[in-house]
């Protein structure tokens, strides 16, 4: 157990404790299914647990889908007694601190759909036998608990992770369970199905959903592996850019970052936030095309060396127009230099021309630009960073943009990452290839 920290041990063991005065305090005094049953059900669960959808660092069980159907076959208890079988993990077996990751695993399952249970049940849930004249009614109690589930599942679990990796919860919660949530609301339904035919069948309604349930799983992991391929290739090709011009390390990754926040915050929705951090990552992608003496000249450019520098973001537009994905996002690439007034490049677009996308990056860029510290200049404290956007709101960035990402940072945070600083060893360029006041 030397792996956890000592809290992370306690909370794990306390969870589980939890979980099992919470099923005897549930357990009525009616008929209880056979043990035989409840068995099922639990090796059910733990099929579905060894098989979950990896999400970067958090796995999602498909086991969510046999939470349902056993909570309307059984009953709220003995799903739940049935769920904690789904903590049998094979790999963490093998660990030092396989029991109270067990322990978590076992308690927050069986928490969860115990919550499902006991709320399914309280709004008028059918247990035992589910049929055609159950709908509509079965939905709002199939809703609710099934909310129920997810919160106190990822909650209990966000909990755990935040105590064993010592990261703020808020971090956990947002980078690990977000993807999860829609997932989580559509494998419902075939929760229901199954219960359905379960009870109409009994155990030889197991192939007919268990069938199509992994094959719903394995078409979520492989669209998983898909975007994860994506971002890979992606980042290899800041890598590239960041090897050829030295000023934009790590530039191009905080950018993409604040302005997902920026998106978020001005109402986009979760896909197309994602989407924009693609662009914004991708933003300077362009500069590959231009000359690196240009790039690394460290004193002021000639007239013909900043026309040179100004084609990266077309060819920027032009790298990515293929790519399906960021179809809706090319003329974020492409304007990302331009001002509301007009006097920016390439085309001279003022504020009624330009995309939402365009201005949040414009915004994010400058941000990043002077919140960073470079080798020829420290970084300006956030609040100075603020009010210079704000000096040029109207002008070259949008009002609108501004508000979005002061809420943002105000709702999510932001710490800039400081690259080295050597003193004013380097002459600062007198032209800036990321922003206004880069």
């Known amino acids: 157990m030397r792996d956890l920290p000592v809290r992370a041990t306690l ?51 498909v086991g969510f889908v046999v939470a349902i159907a056993a909570v309307i076959s059984i009953g709220p208890a003995p799903a739940a007694i049935a769920a ?8 963490l077996l093998s660990r030092k601190d396989w029991l109270p990751r ?15 249970g006991q709320i399914f049940v309280a709004l008028g849930g059918p247990v035992g036998a589910v049929g055609t004249d ?34 703020p919860l808020k971090d956990v919660w947002h980078s690990d369970y977000r993807r999860t949530t829609t997932m989580h609301f559509l494998f419902a339904a075939l929760g229901v199905l199954f219960a359905a035919m379960y009870t109409s069948i009994s155990w030889a309604a197991v192939p007919f959903v268990v069938v199509p349930l992994f094959a719903a799983r394995h078409a979520f992991q492989t669209a998983e592996k ?40 001005h109402g986009f929705s979760e896909s197309k936030a994602r989407r924009v951090r693609y662009a914004a990552l991708l933003h300077d992608v362009g500069k590959v095309t231009i000359d690196t003496r240009v790039l690394r000249k460290p ?19 032009e790298l990515i127009a293929d790519i399906d994905l960021l179809a809706d996002m090319v003329d974020g690439v492409r304007h990302h230099h331009e001002r509301l007034d007009g006097g920016g490049y390439p085309d001279g677009l003022d504020g009624t021309a330009l995309s939402d996308v365009a201005k949040i990056i414009m ?16 970084a300006m404290p956030m609040e100075n960073a603020f009010a210079e956007l704000r000096r040029c709101e109207g002008t070259q960035f949008a009002p609108e943009m501004i ?13 800039p990452a400081p690259e080295s600083y050597a003193g004013e060893l380097t002459p600062r360029p007198a032209e800036s290839v990321h922003a206004a006041h880069g």
Request: a neutral charge; glycine letters at 8%; hydrophobic letters at 55%.
């Open 299 to 317: 004193g002021k450019l000639t007239a013909e060396e900043y026309d040179h520098m100004k084609v990266h973001s077309i060819r920027g537009a």
């Open 403 to 415: 508000e979005a990402l002061e809420r943002a940072i105000a709702r999510w945070g932001w710490t």
């Open 11 to 61: 909370f794990a063991f306390g969870v589980a404790v939890c979980a099992a005065a919470a099923i005897l305090a549930a357990a009525g005094p009616g008929a209880w299914p056979s043990a035989g049953i409840v068995v099922g059900f639990g090796l059910l669960f733990l099929a579905a647990d060894w098989a979950p959808v990896w999400f970067a660092h958090v796995s999602y069980s």
């Open 84 to 91: 904690a079988f789904g903590a049998i993990d094979r790999e």
């Open 102 to 116: 067990i322990a978590i695993n076992a308690g927050a399952l069986a928490l969860s759909t115990l919550a499902l």
């Open 226 to 265: 898909s975007r994860e391929t994506f971002e890979s290739t992606l980042a290899s090709m800041i890598t590239a850019l960041e090897a050829k011009d030295p000023y934009t390390a790590g530039h191009a990754n905080r950018v993409s970052q604040i302005a997902q926040l920026v998106a978020r915050a």
């Open 363 to 378: 915004v994010s860029d400058a941000f990043d630009s002077m919140t960073s510290t470079r080798s020829y200049r420290k």
């Open 134 to 167: 159950d709908f509509p009614g079965i939905i709002m109690p199939l809703v609710a608990g099934s909310i129920a589930f997810f919160i106190v599942n990822a909650g209990l679990v966000s909990v755990m992770v935040s105590l064993a990796r010592r990261v």
